[in-house]
């Protein structure tokens, strides 16, 4: 089992919104179909504002877009600026930002020619190095509220319908009740404890988190942490770090479908000091329990429907090794790519890095991305074999890891439990050997 980034980026803004924005397509077309791509359990879509292209997260539990991760080599333009200060989630300051009206934005074929957002211009709310992929942005309730949005999660494709057009009588759907309240949606299910005792939630629908699971805290209602828990990161929010315990509970109930041994958070509520007022909000679903079913938002009519894919029965991922990495720059490395006699080997015939320099025809030097040990989770077979924040992770299992992408390296550090993980890392400038066993999460918990 791998593991992966926990997003939970929620955002509560400190300014009202301009009414009005809609986005359209040619009157001719029915739907307008876009491809998304899945990355720890995100959607990431093509973004244009004001002619720039760009890649956003499609989130539903964000109110208005939000542009960051903006660096010099970025050129875009932003119109009629105004100065705001934004709060979200995590134990943080607010932070300022500013405010952009009658931007145009293309979403495929949809535009919106007056579009309102929010632009983060703090260097430290960059996710892509975690993602390993460049994400600038998210975009949710505007897009849910103009279309009928069908998410294909195992085709990985999106269809945006026009309201009241969606041909639901071709479709084997199940559809429950979503309730749409400030910009967000909301869906009533339950979760079953360990002790089987059943309790009604209301949770947020929050495709902008790549976790499972949250719930609240609440011993009057009987939500109350596992014994079998442990603490851990969960991710980053708009004001901050996040951290709670993880656990799993027996399952959750959404209708007429039942996920058993479900992976669960519970976010310690120093992290929710921007939600004044949760009111009847128990937790939220996020998108490793979401990407087990392919969805219709219907905003308009407020309804969900839903059907399971080939992810429904699919494991959850725990971090097994209790490491996160993220990109962290880029590195030159050189690899011998000929033998004596000036054969090439066929591992090297193809371009791994960004520039390449062949020496004598035998040496290659080349400039791949740089992932580095970005945290530890105390206790875990890392940190307990001696791996450190900040080491640089050169090969894991004799492969080496330039040549794959960020998320097949954290599938082989997290691959399944009882496996062997041997790695090497660079530590001030030494190379250093690495190995420990992969260990089930709640091992050595107390029942």
Known sequence: MRNFYVLGLLLLCTTTHTLGQTYRFAKKKKFERIKFEQVNNLILVPVTINGAPLKFILDSGVSSPILFNLNDQDSIQINNVSSITLRGLGEGEPIEALRSV??????GKAVNHDQSLFVVMDKDLNLSPSLGTPVHGIIGYDIFKDFVVEVNYAASVLKLYRPNTYPYYKKKYKTIPLAIEAKKAYVKGSVVRNDDKEIPVKLLVDTGSSDA?????????????PKKNFEEFLGKGLSGSIYGKRSKIKGIRMGDYFLSETKTAFPYKTSFLALNNLKD?????????????????DYHNEKLSLVKNGNFNMPYQYNLSGLSIQHNGVRYISERIADARGIVDAEHNDSFG????????RTKLSLVPEIVVSG????SPAERAGLQEGDVILMVNNKRVHRYKLQEVLQMLNNKKGKRVKMVIERYNRDQHFSFVLKDVFENKKP
């Open 102 to 107: 009658h931007n145009t934005v293309k979403f």
């Open 213 to 225: 699971l949250w719930l609240f805290k609440d011993s009057i209602r009987g939500l109350d942490v």
């Open 281 to 297: 909000r128990n937790g939220s679903l996020g998108g490793e329990v979401l990407k087990r079913f392919n969805l219709v938002f």
């Open 354 to 361: 960004n520039v390449q320099i062949v020496m004598e025809n």
């Open 376 to 379: 530890i989770r105390a206790g």
